[in-house]
Nanobody
């Protein structure tokens, strides 16, 4: 079965950094786009960043220049390096996998097939 397991969340202060990891199993990792989404209390899940099987990246405007998504195909793991964190970054962060055969842009939840359980990121002011 497919499993996505996020880790690396925590409580940090504004201006600090965190690195999230998502370990993937049960699928051919190199055939999937990998995305990060986040959801704050009372808000809908929103796109953060994605990286295609080919390495192409795309970011939400709110995080561009601060966050970096990367993948290690040898480890079947995707990362989200978050720098200069702000209180408005506080949310549960979810990792998602979308088949290369299913879509193109991979910036919407509907474009992804499998999801992790989420990891909490809290940024204090």
């Amino acid at each position: 079965q497919v499993q996505l397991v996020e880790s690396g969340g925590g409580l940090v202060q504004a201006g600090d950094s965190l690195r999230l990891s998502c370990a993937v199993s049960g699928l051919t990792f190199s055939n999937y786009a990998m995305g990060w989404f986040r959801q704050a209390p009372g808000k809908e899940r929103e796109f953060v960043a994605r990286i295609r099987w080919s390495g192409g990246t795309y970011y939400a405007d709110s995080v561009k220049g601060r966050f970096t998504i990367s993948r290690d195909n040898a480890k079947n793991t995707v990362y989200l390096q978050m720098n200069s964190l702000k209180p408005e970054d506080t949310a549960v962060y979810y990792c998602a996998a979308g088949s290369k055969y299913s879509s193109n842009i991979y910036a919407s939840p509907s474009e992804y097939d499998d999801w992790g359980q989420g990891t909490q990121v809290t940024v204090s002011s």
